[in-house]
């Protein structure tokens, strides 16, 4: 299994803190935390940037569990979305991409190479402040800004 080793020696501590408290969160939802259901939670929480398409999370599920077949990932993340556990982000042309609801954030997402980057709800939220007092607008939760990543923006070819 090729996998790429974090430094800090925390890291694996925080995966697993957050998989359990979302586990609880899944539990105080009333779900079942199946097999199936904890290897995807794990797999957003270990996947690169924590956004990624369906066929990304099934191929990490798959590299820890080859036997869960492709439409039991897909079944599986309706039925944490239905939870309240995932969340689906629509990137428009890009398609779509799955994300962890534990904690609020927005995304930066790249119509060059449609890399999508978290950012801390605190860098919008001054925005969110304005709109809503100039014009009584709520911008949606986990919002998602586009524009061009620091790599496709200073691409000059
Ligand atoms: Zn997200
Ligand atoms: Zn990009």
């Known amino acids: 299994m090729s996998q790429v080793h974090h430094h800090e020696a925390h890291v694996h ?6 998989l359990e408290y979302i586990l609880e969160l899944l539990r105080a939802e009333g779900g079942r935390v199946t097999t199936g259901r ?7 929480l270990t996947a690169a940037d924590h956004h990624v398409t369906a066929e990304a999370v099934a191929a990490l599920v798959q ?20 939870l309240g556990i995932v969340g689906r982000v ?3 042309q890009a398609g779509a991409v ?4 534990d904690h609020t ?3 930066l997402v790249c119509e060059g190479c449609g890399t999508v980057t978290e950012v801390p709800a605190d860098m919008i939220s001054p925005l969110r402040a304005d709109v809503l007092a100039r014009y009584g607008f709520v911008v949606t939760p986990r919002l998602s800004v586009t524009g061009l990543c620091k790599a496709c923006s200073s691409g000059t070819s």
């Open 13 to 18: 501590d925080d995966v697993d803190q957050r």
């Open 38 to 44: 904890r290897l995807i939670v794990h797999a957003l």
């Open 63 to 82: 590299a820890e569990a080859p036997d869960v077949h492709l439409s039991t990932v897909y079944r599986t993340l309706d039925s944490l979305e239905r």
């Open 90 to 92: 629509n990137l428009g």
């Open 98 to 101: 799955y994300h962890l609801t």
């Open 105 to 107: 954030h927005d995304h």
